[in-house]
């Protein structure tokens, strides 16, 4: 298991840029496939972005492409969303996730809130 903590969520305006970070603990990070998933009210769960454990493959939902990048750095067991014109249809709840060897997602965050206000 991995323990995930997400910080770097807030209220900001349209057009705006937020960084979401993800701290993992608790077992070996460069195992884990890392996720970022957001949940609007109303609505259901949508990953947003992922990026594997070889850090060979990421995956964007077709709304954020080219204006979100999802990073890692492994030497501080950290996973980045950096989200660049934001919407307000962006706004929700963003959770951290991890996957071990990509396999299924098991280890979830407490959520961080991003609001964008038009």
């Known amino acids: 298991q991995v323990q995930l903590v997400e910080s770097g969520g807030g209220l900001v305006q349209a057009g705006g840029s937020l960084r979401l970070s993800c701290a993992a603990s608790?077992?070996?990070?460069?195992?884990?496939?890392m996720g970022w998933v957001r949940q609007a009210p109303g609505k259901e769960r949508e990953f947003v972005a992922i990026?594997?454990?070889?850090?060979?493959?990421?995956y964007y939902v077709d709304s954020v492409k080219g204006r979100f990048t999802v990073s890692r750095d492994n030497a501080k067991n950290t996973v980045y969303l950096q989200m660049n014109s934001l919407k307000p249809e962006d706004t929700a709840v963003y959770y951290c996730a991890a996957a071990l060897y990509g396999s299924s997602w098991e280890d979830w965050g407490q959520g961080t809130q991003v609001t964008v206000s038009s």
């Open positions: 990026i594997s454990w070889k850090e060979d493959t990421t």
């Open positions: 608790g077992s070996t990070f460069i195992k884990y496939s």
